[in-house]
Structure formats: structure tokens, C-alpha cells
């Protein structure tokens, strides 16, 4: 049972235009959502968050914006830059579940192939 | 500040081999985690802990084990490697209790199992 999906395994986008990166989930327990950026041979870095109490986060190009009834996220980077090839990771957090442990639970990834 | 580091970066080992995958961070996080990252699958919690003395099974803990040393350390080891063991493993760690989740990530291990 996949929580958390990224449907699209892979996109491609000239330079300067924008980068649309979707992503849908399942358990409406879910309240905070990250999106992560990695590189070959690299590990993930963070890159953006928003809380459910928020509909949109903005930081720099990067753009993320939540539609909790949809039960969908999307990153959204203008412009786009051929340094942002790379996968895209989001990923959910039940932040007040009863353990609370920080878990996170990812979905499959989308590969960003800006081109020059 | 190295962050979160792993060792080793890759390994190969052969059907029944055991090994232990290193993890440490300097940044006195609460939680430590592991991940495996295989095509199409993004990343799947083998094993976290949540706090210094605790550990639990995530999403695919079958054939490993895991030590939180101390809480610097977490420790991923493979008792009898298989070759669906085959994977990219990542060790995370965050503060956790404060209002991001966010994780931090090393660079990975690169094991074959063949």
C-alpha cells in the first residue's frame, strides 16, 4: 500500500521554463510534507516543507503548494536551471502520531531533466 | 560539522556474507533511521530509532539488524546478505520534537550481493 506517489517517474523541461512535480497521498493523517532533492551517488538534501495548516511555501524558485482536500502536493520551480536535474523526492510525516519517531515515508521519485 | 557519515561507501559481498553498515552524525539528533533505495520503490524505512536506547522495524526490516550504539551511532547490519539485499542504503538522522521533520542524509553504502 503505497502512502505516498509520485506518478510520474520522470520529466523533462527546457531551461527557464517552469518544473511542475507532483504528488499525491493516502492517509489523511498526514501533516507535514518535504520535498528532497538528490543527486547521483549523493544523499537526499532537503529542499522545501510545508505544514498542513498552509497551502503554499515559497522559498527562492521553489515553490510548494498543498491541497488537502485533493490529498495532493506539487513543487513548482521557476525558473528552471540545468542545475536542477535531479530526482525528486516528496515525502509525508504524521507529525502527532502516537509514537511521534520523525518517521517519514517517501514516495518512488520523479527525474528532473532540465535541458540547456 | 561532517554531518551524517557512512561507511562503507560501497561493498560487495557474496550469498550468505554478513556485514555491518556504519552510521554517525555530530549534530546531536534525537532519531536515526535507514533507508534502502531501490529503482522505481524511492526510499523504504528498514529499521529506526527514535531516541538513544530504542530501536523499531519500519517498512522492510526482514533479514537485518540494527544497534544504536549511542546516540552518535547507528548501526545496519546484514546477518546472511541475499542478493535481493542488493541496494543503495542511507542512513538519516533529525532532531525531532521541534517543528521540522526534516532529515538529514549521508551519502549512502552501495552493496551487491551476488
Known amino acids: 500500500d503505497q502512502q505516498v506517489k509520485q506518478n510520474s517517474p520522470s520529466l523533462s523541461v527546457q531551461e527557464g521554463r517552469i518544473s511542475i512535480l507532483n504528488c499525491d497521498y493516502t492517509n489523511s493523517m498526514f501533516d507535514y510534507f518535504l520535498w528532497y532533492k538528490k543527486y547521483p551517488a549523493e544523499g537526499p538534501t532537503f529542499l522545501i516543507s510545508i505544514s498542513s495548516i498552509k497551502d503554499k511555501n515559497e522559498d527562492g524558485r521553489f515553490t510548494v503548494f498543498l491541497n488537502k482536500s485533493a490529498k495532493h502536493l506539487s513543487l513548482h520551480i521557476v525558473p528552471s536551471q540545468p542545475g536542477d536535474s535531479a530526482v525528486y523526492f516528496c515525502?509525508?510525516?504524521?507529525?502527532?502520531?502516537?509514537?511521534?519517531?520523525?518517521?517519514?515515508?517517501f514516495g518512488q521519485g520523479t527525474t528532473l531533466q532540465v535541458k540547456p | 560539522n561532517a554531518g551524517v557519515t557512512q561507511t562503507p561507501k560501497f561493498q560487495v559481498l557474496k550469498t550468505g556474507q554478513s556485514m555491518t553498515l556504519q552510521c554517525a552524525q555530530d549534530?546531536?539528533?534525537?532519531?536515526m533511521y535507514w533507508y534502502r533505495q531501490d529503482p522505481g520503490m524511492g526510499l523504504r524505512l528498514i529499521y529506526y530509532?527514535?531516541?538513544?536506547?530504542?530501536?523499531d522495524k519500519g517498512e522492510v526490516p526482514n533479514g537485518y539488524n540494527v544497534s544504536r550504539l549511542n546516540k552518535r551511532e547507528f548501526s545496519l547490519r546484514l546477518e546472511s546478505a541475499a542478493p535481493s539485499q542488493t541496494s543503495v542504503y542511507f542512513c538519516?538522522?533529525?532532531?525531532?520534537?521541534?517543528?521540522?521533520?526534516?532529515?538529514?542524509f549521508g551519502p549512502g553504502t552501495r552493496l551487491t550481493v551476488t
Open positions: 538519516a538522522s533529525t532532531r525531532r520534537g521541534g517543528i521540522s521533520y526534516e532529515q538529514y
Open positions: 515525502a509525508a510525516s504524521d507529525s502527532h502520531g502516537s509514537s511521534n519517531t520523525g518517521k517519514l515515508i
Open positions: 530509532s527514535a531516541s538513544e536506547g530504542t530501536t
Open positions: 549534530m546531536n539528533h534525537n532519531s
